[in-house]
């Protein structure tokens, strides 16, 4: 078992940044990659971020391009997701998940957290 917990979400004015981070626990030492989603109501989950364990190499969506960087501690067991120019489209709940399984980026994560609230204002 692994347990994931985020936290650092929280409400931010238009234009503005904020940092995610995600602690593993548990099985971690199991964990191939780590990656970051969020959803909002009445909307589809995104995939924001993906962070290899093992190499660091990290893989982002074209969606996500630009605005979004993933970045992590493997001695701390600690995945970060660094935010910037937040829209009030980005408001959603984040979501980190660990992938025990491989594969590059892998087609599922075996493992959520419970999600932080990111509310942007305008």
């Known amino acids: 078992q692994v347990q994931l917990v985020e936290s650092g979400g929280g409400l931010v004015q238009a234009g503005g940044s904020l940092r995610l981070s995600c602690a593993a626990s548990?099985?971690?030492?199991?964990?191939?990659?780590m990656a970051w989603f969020r959803h909002a109501p009445g909307k589809e989950r995104d995939f924001l971020a993906a962070?290899?364990?093992?190499?660091?190499?990290?893989f982002y969506p074209d969606s996500a391009k630009g605005r979004f960087t993933i970045s992590g501690d493997k001695a701390r067991n600690m995945v970060y997701l660094q935010m910037t120019r937040l829209q009030p489209e980005d408001t959603a709940v984040y979501y980190c998940?660990?992938?025990?399984?491989?594969?590059?980026?892998?087609?599922?994560?075996?493992?959520w957290g419970q999600g932080t609230q990111v509310t942007v204002s305008s």
């Open positions: 548990g099985r971690a030492f199991s964990i191939n990659t």
């Open positions: 962070f290899a364990w093992r190499d660091g190499k990290t």
């Open positions: 998940a660990a992938d025990l399984e491989g594969g590059w980026p892998p087609p599922r994560y075996d493992y």
